[in-house]
């Protein structure tokens, strides 16, 4: 959304208790509100969305959410029950409708960044990056707490009053920033490193929010942009084994939940399948998640759950098999509207465990 014309209003629909969430970020991928079950409820509702500057009279009966930025990021999430709901939730999803304040349809428009379209931004000159940078800047400046940060790099072109950043640089530098970038990338891509994982898990309590930590959120953007807050939302990573070792197709591994021991969620939990580039894994069942909506997960007799991650199917376990690629994976267990066992910190995942046979 650009709201540095006019606000718009978003209108949900009565989702009889589905759950759902619209997330809201700014242009520095900060959530500052969720549109949704755990927060405003499931009936129909109008929020309209300002923005920083804006001064105006809204009429009665809708709720006011101010974001810090001009750009928003709306990121809607709707719970689909199993395949044979997807068409009732594709039907609700066509009921949420972004509006002007007189009720017209709001044109979202957005300028194709050429550039950005072709080359990734690991693969962009330090010329090419601070320019596209300073043009973010003058469309969204930072919080008036970064602005003395922001002047600390005004002598290498970071500068959004700059039209020609780099014009009277000299080429010594300029070398110093290019070969900057790319340790840069580095440590954004191995910066999930310094968590420690707790049984293999790494757990992050501050994401979706970032404050001053600058690393935490690249490292979110590198890797799974749009991260929500951890109370509508906890992401929990793995890209080893309880050994602390690399997650491999070759292997075959399993993850035992002990009866009663399921994550303690509101809404719903996943397991979910990346391969070493953080997309999901073409597989012959067609299945890249499993989690407590998953039709036909087979418990054993104790009530106790394993499901299996690997490779090839699983002998007579395939109802439980989560499909691996060849290569290196990581995995990612959501737990939407987390218990408070899971926000305090007192509830852990069990291991990855590498198994053999099967």
């Known amino acids: 959304m650009d709201l540095s014309k006019e606000p718009v209003v978003l209108n949900v629909p009565d ?31 109008k929020f309209v969305i300002v923005g920083p500057h804006w001064q105006g009279t809204l009429p009665s009966g809708i709720k006011k959410l101010q974001s810090p930025t001009d750009t928003v990021w709306a990121l809607g999430r ?16 066509g ?19 050429q550039l950005l379209s072709t080359t990734t931004v690991e693969e962009l000159s330090m010329m090419d990056f601070i320019n596209e940078l300073n043009e973010g800047l003058r469309q969204n400046p930072p919080s008036k707490k970064e602005q003395a940060i922001l002047q600390q790099f005004k002598p290498i072109g970071i500068d959004p009053s700059l039209e020609n950043p780099l014009k009277d ?19 954004i891509r191995f910066s999930n490193t310094q968590l420690k994982p707790e049984g293999s898990w790494q757990y992050n309590y501050d994401i979706g929010t970032y404050g001053f930590d600058y690393l935490l959120r690249a490292a979110v953007a590198y890797s799974g942009l749009g991260a929500n807050i951890i109370e509508e939302s906890m992401y929990v990573r793995t890209f080893v084994d309880e050994n602390g070792d690399k997650l491999n197709g070759k292997n075959k591994y399993v993850i035992h939940f002990e009866k009663g021991k399921l994550p303690n969620v509101e809404a719903f939990w996943s397991l979910t399948l990346y391969n070493s580039s953080f997309f999901l ?20 007799a104790d009530g106790s759950l394993d499901i299996y991650i690997q490779h090839s199917p699983p002998a007579g376990k395939e109802l439980n098999w989560l499909p691996a690629p060849e290569g290196d994976f990581n995995l990612i267990m959501r737990l939407y509207q987390p218990g408070f066992a899971i926000l305090n910190g007192s509830y852990k995942l069990p291991p990855v465990k590498k198994v053999s046979g099967a």
């Not at 640089?169 to 580095?186: F, P, R, S, V, Y």
């Open 169 to 187: 640089m000299n080429q010594e530098t300029i070398n110093g920033l290019n070969k900057a970038a790319k340790d840069a990338i580095n440590i």
């Open 281 to 300: 894994v073409k597989n012959p069942i067609k299945r890249y998640a499993v989690g407590d909506r998953t039709e036909g997960l087979r418990y054993n």
């Open 78 to 93: 709707i719970l689909v029950k199993g395949e044979n709901d997807l068409p009732e939730a594709q039907s609700l999803q």
């Open 95 to 113: 009921k949420f409708t972004l509006t002007t304040l007189k009720g017209k349809r709001a044109t979202i428009k957005q300028k194709r960044n």
């Open 15 to 45: 989702t009889n208790d589905r759950y759902y969430t619209v997330q809201l970020l700014d242009a520095w991928t900060n959530t500052f509100a969720n549109i949704g079950r755990r927060t405003t409820g499931t009936k129909a509702g």
